[in-house]
C-alpha cells in the first residue's frame, strides 16, 4: 500500500528537532523536577537537619532561660541579629544550596542548556478565547488532569499506610514524654514524607516518559514535509557553507594521520597535492592516501615538510592522481611508470633500496 503523503509516518529530522529546540518544545516534566526537590529536601533534612535543630533548641534555651537583656540599643539588636543570621546562614546555606543544584540538575538533565529570552516577551495570540479553550480540552491539559488526581490518590494512599502501621506507637503517646513525642512525630513525618516524595519521584518518571512519547509524536512528519525540507536545506546557502566546512574539517583531520605515512607528495605545484604511500609486502601497487585542493593542499604540503616526507612537483602527474584516483584506491595501470619514477627518485633521495614486491 502506498503511503499517504497526508500522514505523519517519519521520524522528524536533526533540522526539524532543532527548530522545535529553538522554540521551546521539548520533552519536559516539571513534576519531576519538584519530586527531586522534595526528595533531597528531606534527604538533606535527615542528613544536616540534627545540627540545625540543636542550634535552635540552644538559641531557644539562652533566650529563655539565660540571663536578660539589660540594655535594649540599637547596637545591640543589630549585633544579636547579625549573630542569629550567621548561625543559621553556616548551617542552612548548604542546605539551600543542594537544594538549588538540585533544581537546576533535574531541568538540566531532562532538555540541556536552553536559552530562550523570547518567551519572556508578551504572546497575545494566547488571549485568543477559541485558542484558549482548544487547550483546555486538549491532550495535555487531560494527561495533567489524570496526573494530578492520581498524585492526590497517591499521597492520601501512602500517607495513610505509613501511618497505619504505626498505629499503636500513635496510640501509645500518651505514655510519652514530651522529648519522646517530639522525637517520634518528627520521625514518623519526615519518613512519611520520604516515601510520599518517592511515590511521588515513580510518577513524574512516568510523566516525562509521556511527554518524551508526545513531542516524539508531534514532530514526526509527512514524506511531502520531508523532501520539502532536504530541498530547502539544500539550497540555503548557509547549510551549503556549513556541509563544505564540516567536509573540510573531516579531511583535515584525515590527512593529519594519513600524511606521515606516505613516502612522496606529488604537487601541481601550488593548487593540487596528492601523498602516495606503496608497502610491496602489503600493496600490489602504490596508494593514495591524502589528496586535495587549495587549502587542503597547503595543508598536505605543511604536514610533508614537517615530517621529511619529499615533496616533487609533477603537474600532469599530479592532475591526473588528482582527477582519477579516489582516497585509499590504487594506482591504475597506465599511471604506474609515473609513479614508479617518483619512488625511485624518492628512495634514491633517501640513499634506500627501492622496495620490490617478494617473489614466492
Known sequence: MAENDGDKTQDATPHRRQQAREE????????????????????ALLWMGGPVVEMLARYATEQLGGEPWLTADPQFFVAHAQRVAYALAYY??????????????????????????????????????????????????????????????LVAGVAYASLYSQRE??????????????????????????????????????????QWWKQERDLRMTSQEVREEMKNLEANPQMVA??????????????????????????????????????????ASPIVVAKGAGLIAARIRKLALEHGIPILERKPLAQALYREVEIDHPIPQDRFAAVAEVLAYVYQLKGKQIPTPDKK
Open 242 to 283: 556549513r556541509r563544505k566546512q564540516v567536509q573540510r574539517e573531516l579531511a583535515m583531520h584525515r590527512i593529519s594521520s594519513a600524511v606521515p605515512k606516505a613516502d612522496a607528495v606529488i604537487t601541481n605545484p601550488t593548487e593540487l597535492a596528492i601523498a602516495i604511500q606503496y608497502d610491496p609486502e602489503k600493496m
Open 92 to 153: 542552612m546555606l548548604p542546605i539551600f544550596g543542594l537544594l538549588i543544584f538540585t533544581g537546576i540538575a533535574a531541568n538540566f538533565l531532562q532538555v540541556g542548556f536552553l536559552f530562550l529570552p523570547e518567551k519572556l516577551s508578551p504572546d497575545l495570540t494566547r488571549l485568543d478565547p477559541l485558542q484558549g479553550f482548544a487547550r483546555i480540552f486538549s491532550l495535555s491539559n487531560l494527561v495533567r488532569l489524570v496526573m494530578g488526581l492520581l498524585k492526590m490518590g
Open 24 to 43: 521551546g518544545q521539548v520533552a519536559k516534566s516539571q513534576d519531576l523536577a519538584s519530586a527531586a526537590l522534595l526528595l533531597v529536601g528531606l534527604a
Open 169 to 210: 506507637k500513635i496510640l501509645g503517646l500518651t505514655v510519652m514524654t514530651t522529648p519522646e513525642i517530639a522525637s517520634f512525630l518528627s520521625q514518623i513525618l519526615i519518613w512519611t514524607s520520604m516515601k510520599i516524595a518517592m511515590a511521588l519521584l515513580l510518577l513524574a518518571v512516568l510523566d516525562y516518559g509521556f
